[in-house]
């Protein structure tokens, strides 16, 4: 099964910019839909953003115009560019399928102070 680790997480302040990568084990071409999550503290989690491998994108309302999927299938890599960040972001990052069917990763933990 392919293995999924996330990467790029940080302590930022409000309004900065991060990007994070999910690098998998094998090829990705075969995940059609693959998508990062959230979860924040006590909190269940949640869909942010997932492209498909024709490209088509959805967004989570709350990131729309601040985020920015991207996938290499080439690479095996999914990206996520956070851009004006706010301390709502603050949370643990993972990529995954969509639906869910692959293992978990440890996730990227993403601070934003404000």
């Known amino acids: 099964q392919v293995r999924l680790v996330e990467s790029g997480g940080g302590l930022v302040q409000a309004g900065e910019s991060l990007r994070l990568s999910c690098e998998a084990s094998?090829?990705?071409?075969?995940?059609?839909?693959i998508a990062w999550y959230r979860q924040g503290t006590n909190e269940s989690r949640e869909f942010v953003a997932g492209?498909?491998?024709?490209?088509?994108?959805h967004y989570a309302d709350f990131v729309k115009g601040r985020f920015t999927i991207s996938r290499d299938n080439a690479r095996n890599t999914a990206s996520l560019e956070m851009n004006n960040l706010v301390s709502g972001d603050t949370g643990v990052y993972f990529c995954?399928?969509?639906?869910?069917?692959?293992?978990w990763g440890q996730g990227t933990q993403v601070t934003v102070s404000s």
């Open positions: 094998e090829s990705i071409f075969g995940i059609t839909i």
């Open positions: 995954n399928s969509v639906p869910v069917y692959l293992e």
């Open positions: 492209i498909s491998n024709g490209g088509r994108i």
